[in-house]
């Protein structure tokens, strides 16, 4: 009877052994299926970001009081092309009105217009300054501008001084061929 109660106290503290690790391991069970959760949550949060199409700077959450995109009236240096004086002006043509409007009425000169411009080919910068003709037309009223291969037709009023082509290409070539930031290029020329 004695091995009896033995067998019947070791079996006891067995039981409770194992029900203790039983405890333990159910515990444990329960913080990994959690952390699982947690780890899936993360995965599908990092796929649906993966799959937007958004720039690597942009945030979370946007801004409250986002500032509206670009430079604000008036700010910067470059506010508007200044007409070159006289001194900088290197050579002037003289481009007289056509005889006859597309109306075929006769065109009687009233106005000059002035258009600039600026190319760099040596240390000074060469400005050329166009002498235009404006005219208008006897018949229709119409007024009727002199034209030259080298100054555009819109080109008048605050658009009057822009810069050669070859400004414009060495302004190209330096910030695609050499890299130089667009708002470097003014800097360099």
Known sequence: MVELLEIIG?????????????????????????EN????????????????????????????????????????????KQRPTREQVTRVVDVKLQNRCACGG???????????????????PQVTEYHLEVGRCE????????????????QRGASAHRLSAEVYCLAHSLHYDLGIPVRKVPEVL
Not at 12 to 17: C, H, L, Q, Y
Not at 19 to 29: K, P
Not at 145 to 154: F, I, K, L, Q, Y
Request: some cysteine.
């Open 139 to 154: 018949v229709c009223g119409r007024d009727v501008r002199a034209s030259h291969p080298e100054v555009a037709a819109d």
């Open 37 to 80: 959760e947690r780890l899936k949550k993360r995965i599908d949060e990092l796929e649906r970001k993966s799959k937007k199409y958004v720039a690597p700077y942009s945030r979370e959450e946007s801004k409250v009081d986002p500032q509206p995109p670009g430079r604000h009236a008036g700010q910067g240096r470059f506010v508007s």
């Open 106 to 124: 006769e065109l009687r000169p009233f106005k000059t217009d002035f258009a600039f411009i600026t190319a760099l080919p040596a240390a000074p």
């Open 10 to 34: 070791k079996l006891t503290a067995r039981v409770d052994a194992l029900e203790a690790e039983n405890q333990r391991l159910q515990q444990e069970n329960e913080a990994l299926r959690s």
